[in-house]
């Protein structure tokens, strides 16, 4: 068996099995929840805000769906502390950890765009364990956990099988300090396309690491992203048979921001292809 992230939480935890289904439960129940609060607001948001970067948008479905999750996760496992997108840490500091995405992907929330989700991840120890991720509008709720696997809805799942990059479709997406970065993945973006029969931009990390553990896509590669992004993806993704690592080394580091995740296959011949691109300088094209 691979060296997986999640199996690395489960042993140091300490969890047994019946500890840890209940804990998935209660991810699931958090993330369903949450789904249900968007899409009560979904083509009909009365708030959008700015949070202070360009595109960092919160809407009032965030925060709806944010306090009643925590409301739930608190009265559930009340000595577990929680991470959340909107209002920061709160409850007990200790070494399990929820980590809460109410809603990952607002600005395709916000226009209508139907790829969006809520995503919950209980981490130990820094290290992503279980998760759940539901994206409403598709009526799929995806969860993994070790000793059980990774499932959408009832039904287990498994990466893809694509053996070649050539044969591949990828999926990546833009941090938000895109316009200041020189690592900003546009050069990165623009030489996979022509390497793969294709490479979207999803504008949902948790969307992308579910569509990865289903097979839909064969493999992916982000920076500038939060652990609420990824803490419910990285099992989901590893427990379907997939590989998480950094795109440019052969570890990973849940607080670089930094994933690359694929099918056992391509893991190797995508960061080959990654290592070769040279950052595009954004202030170049902008003074045009």
Known sequence: MRNLICHQAQYESK??????????????????????????????????????????????????????????????????????????????????????DPLDGTTNFAHGYPFFATSIGLTYKNKPLLGAICIPFLNENYWGCPGIGSYCNEEKINVSSTMTLIDSLLVTGFAYDRQTEIENNYAEFCWMTDRTRGVRRGGAAAVDMAFIANGRLD???????????????????????????????????????????????????????LKKVKPLDIKTYSSL
């Not at 789904?35 to 360009?54: F, H, Q, S, V």
């Not at 080394?249 to 670089?256: E, G, N, Q, V």
């Open 15 to 100: 969890l047994n099995d019946q500890e840890l289904k209940y804990l998935l439960n209660t991810a699931r129940k958090a993330a369903i929840q949450g789904g249900e609060i968007l899409m009560k607001y979904y083509g009909d948001i009365n708030t959008i805000k700015n949070k202070g970067r360009e595109g960092d948008l919160v809407t009032n479905a965030d925060i709806e769906a944010e306090q009643e999750i925590i409301s739930f996760l608190k009265k559930e496992t009340n000595d577990i502390g929680i991470y959340a997108e909107e209002s920061g840490r709160s409850g007990k500091v200790n070494d399990l950890s929820w980590c809460i």
């Open 219 to 273: 493999g992916y590669w982000e920076r500038g992203l939060a652990k609420w992004d990824l803490a419910a993806g990285i099992p989901i993704v590893e427990l379907a048979g997939g590989v998480i690592s950094d795109y440019k080394i052969d570890s990973f580091d849940f607080d670089s921001g930094r994933i690359l995740a694929s099918n056992p296959h391509l893991i190797k011949e995508m960061k080959t292809e």
